[in-house]
């Protein structure tokens, strides 16, 4: 297995999380929260531009958490996919979405249509061997 200093991992979690501020259709890109196999789309989660503050170590951090969106449809949230502006996939979790301990941290997994949750933390981790 390869391994990368910091500074190329920190330019590799830069690079990715930048792309999510591209496109032009909508003013920032986008969360979004489906149930298992991205079944069914529960909630959007509308981030800033730039999404993401720069990247130390690797690891870049969503911004402006918590961030609050109203559900558009019920179910267990399960996978997650991060959009640009354009609504194109910049990368997926599957099996990700937890209140605790998992990629992207939300309020509850137990969704119910018309209900607020926050978004607390979606953390992009570039790391060794990626």
Known sequence: ???????????RANSTVD?????????????LIYTSGFATLLVQFD?????????????????NTPIT???????????????DRDGNIVWSGS?????????LVISSTTIVN???YEL???????TQGA
């Open 19 to 31: 792309l999510i501020d591209a496109g032009s259709t909508n003013p920032g890109g986008a969360v």
């Open 47 to 63: 981030l800033s531009k730039p999404a993401y503050d720069a990247a130390a170590n690797g690891v870049a951090q969503l911004r």
């Open 1 to 11: 297995m390869a391994t990368y200093p910091n500074a190329v991992l920190t330019a």
């Open 120 to 126: 607390a933390s979606l953390t992009h981790n570039e």
């Open 69 to 83: 969106a109203t559900a558009v449809a019920g179910g267990t949230a399960a996978d997650y996919r991060v959009v």
């Open 95 to 103: 099996g990700q979405v937890g209140t605790s301990g998992t990629e």
């Open 114 to 116: 018309g209900n607020d």
